[in-house]
RNA sequence: GGAGAGAUGGCAGAGUGGUCGAAUGCGCCGGUUUUGAAAACCGGAGUGGGGGCAACCCCACCGGGGGUUCGAAUCCCUCUCUCUCCGCCA
């Protein structure tokens, strides 16, 4: 995979990608240079060959000769040593053509998605454009506490004894806390698995180089990822379960017939969160290590974005089901992610803080994931396999989620209300006081 | 952790230095036969890149990378993965 071949045939794509965003006109040049460059040594080493191949099985005919031809063996060893500069010759142009090659496949890793012509241009997060929004923020007679208060109140969560074990941005969940979390999970999963199709997935939790490279992590955003193996191999923490469930089908053709593949799976992820210093410091918001549920669809081109809409569909459901304030924002092009063509985020109502904050991001990154990756379908029997379209969404963010139910039900004694849809995964468990028809985490 | 065996086309499975891109079987596609089908028989067929109006031609690919050689599926080094036995372990 990542050979430099795949992105050959994308340079004017990979052109038209830097210029939407914030392009750099030099080095649109020079990947236009090397790509030119590249057909040239091409041809050269190919005729090199072609050449020396000749030679070669001419020296194997003459060497059969040679038993009864004293003649020919002599010009078979002429032509061996004859042959001897032309393979020298071929080395040395094989050896350019790969530092090339290195160069702009490692150009082309670097250079983001195309933001589609629904994208709405932009520099930054203020240009990003509201397209819905669902529910009405409560009227609190009381000032609300934030999850922080609340948490430690609850005595549900921990971030000192958290410090001690692992440092900042870390935290511990107790009690009713960590049921709570973990129904989040269940409910979430049982969702998308029994209403909206998708196969529940368990996947690695670390994975390698090629799998990071496959969905875009790397080679560029090494940085934001936990690195770990041992003296002889190299994994990475994922920062996402889009990173394995995307790579399920790397190097693979898919079958006609099996398409869409609707993937969900719970796992912990893992984000250095370099570069964020002192950006949401307090609380659950920013995690070195947090829970998600995700969403990942591999599908048809034909049908990537009505697939992108039915996906946030379901993410927000999540948060219809659970009674909480959102809006969804169809992100500019300037606050688009790496590999995204399109993109919706999300964001949950959190009343301490007053304002809407992301608790899914659904991207549908076209053939971007998949050129890298070479996930590529059948679309009929002997058809010619083509390029899959990715999708991946968060269906929804844990941590965020658990926030945004303790901040928006609380009361003014401190409880915290359990929307009545988790009431099956948390009823009877401690920690949890019935009355009623309501349940309630009491501190 | 120790010892050993492997990785070849959709699958099974030959091939240990010279027309091997690769025998054979199954499967697949086209045809003959048949009312239709099966069987039988005949024929075809890998992927990617480059060139040519075209018939065709060239390059690369036998797990990945490197080496030896005029020439490598075949020899050497290395990595990855799989399997068997022993040890350990949730």
Redesign the pocket.
Known sequence: ML?A?YF??AVSELEAALKRRNGDSQLVAHIAELSKLR?TL??Q???L?????????????L??KAKSDPAAAAE?ER??????S??DE??AT??RL?EVDAEFTDLGLRIPNIPQASVPSGAGAEENVEVRRWGTPRAFDFEPLDHVALGEKLRVLDFDRAGKLSGARFSVYFGAGATLERALIQFMLDLHTRQHGYQEVIPPFMV?RASMTGTGQLPKFEEDLFKTG?A??ELFLIPTSEVPLTNLFRDEIVEPGRLPLYLTAYSPCFRSEAGSYGKDTRGLIRQHQFQKVELVKIVEPEHSNEELEKMTAHAERVLQLLGLPYRTMLLCTGDMGFSAAKTYDIEVWLPAQKAYREISSCSNCEDFQARRAQIRYRPE??A??RLAHTLNGSGLAVGRTFIAILENYQDAQGRVEIPEVLHRYVEGAPGFLRDGARIWMTP
Do not use: C, W
Not at 79 to 84: A, L, Q, S
């Open positions: 050979d071949k050959g045939e057909r091409i041809s080493t190919d005729s060959k072609a050449k020396r191949n000749q030679a070669s099985q001419e020296i194997g005919q060497k059969a078979a032509r061996m040593v004859e042959t001897r032309l393979g071929i080395k094989d050896q790969a390698n041992t002889d191999r029997a002997q010619k396999p």
